[in-house]
């Protein structure tokens, strides 16, 4: 839940991006920390226990100036996507207030995409958070660059039926390798995070 200093005025919240391991979660969180260095006034945090690494950075979100007075500190971590590291996942998403899922447009990936939402929606349920009832969700269909080079690609209405068909996220194309779609990604998944928490700020 999110974090509303009252007397600040400032709500901080919390946006992890989650998916299978090596789908570009952190190529996503390092294109944003590059584009935005110049506003953040701390480093990004890589965290290793176990051999698997968490990454985050906090910054005040793009042109959303304040909502209701109150002005938007934003935290966005990135978790590691390998089936073994769940112990991790699940410690980062205590507190999440919105979610970016990157999904991997390869087609080999397709069972571990599903899997990774699956193992997704457990670890929320654990904390008593359904992502299909107004959960802020958004879903990025990463590598879609990958194309050009033969590799072949699921399309999108088979990621949509496998990922999206009850969630109705909105959803983005992107290459995070290369910054397509990326800024808009997060953009959406902001804002949607903060309406989803107006009703708290009073």
Known sequence: ?????????EVQV??????PGRGGKTTNLEYIFSTIRHRIQSDMVSIKTHGDRTLFFDFLPFDLGQIQGYKIKTQLYTVPGQVKYNAT???VLKG???????????AVMREKNIVALKNLEENLTFYDIDMYN???LIMQYNKRDLDIDG???????TLQSDLNANLK????????IRGENVIPTVKKAISTTILSLQDHLV
């Open 134 to 136: 107004n959960f802020p």
């Open 96 to 106: 999440v207030d919105g979610v970016v899922f990157v999904a991997d447009s390869m």
């Open 89 to 91: 996942r699940k410690l």
């Open 1 to 9: 839940m999110a974090v509303i200093n009252i007397r600040k005025k």
């Open 14 to 19: 919390k946006i992890v991006y989650v998916g």
């Open 169 to 176: 996220a909105p959803y983005f194309e992107a290459s995070a």
């Open 151 to 157: 590799i072949p690609l699921l399309d999108i209405a």
